[in-house]
């Protein structure tokens, strides 16, 4: 499966912004979705997941209540609803796929990424 990661950009604390992914190929409700991101000089991150029919999510501690992921499976699409942002929400935003819902970077599928910037 491809997937396309689109929505990021510049804005100032407290702020929002929603991101998109975009997925094609293979059977795009065959998969948990999750959302991670990469800030400047440390690893990638866990940030969200949301199962295959989307009535399962679970969230990172740090933007649980700030956050909210979402899928529309007739679109091939997941969502992250990024509110009330932080200026450490600064970072590289990709979304990935996996048979499997997990919170850990061992999914099969990645996007290219797209840059979130949370000014102060």
């Known amino acids: 499966v491809q997937l396309q990661a689109s929505g990021g950009g510049l804005v100032e604390a407290g702020g929002s912004l929603r991101l998109s992914c975009a997925a094609s190929?293979?059977?795009?409700?065959?998969?948990?979705m999750g959302w991670f991101r990469q800030p400047p000089g440390k690893e990638r991150e866990f940030v969200a997941t949301?199962?295959?029919?989307?009535?399962?999510?679970f969230y990172a501690d740090s933007v649980r209540g700030r956050f909210t992921i979402s899928r529309d499976n007739a679109k091939n699409a997941v969502y992250l609803q990024m509110n009330s942002l932080r200026p450490e929400d600064t970072a590289v935003y990709y979304c990935?796929?996996?048979?499997?819902?997990?919170?850990?970077?061992?999914?099969?599928?990645w996007g290219q990424g797209t840059q979130v910037t949370v000014s102060s």
């Open positions: 990935a796929a996996d048979p499997v819902m997990s919170t850990g970077t061992v999914y099969d599928y």
């Open positions: 190929g293979r059977t795009f409700s065959y998969y948990a």
């Open positions: 949301v199962s295959q029919s989307g009535g399962r999510t």
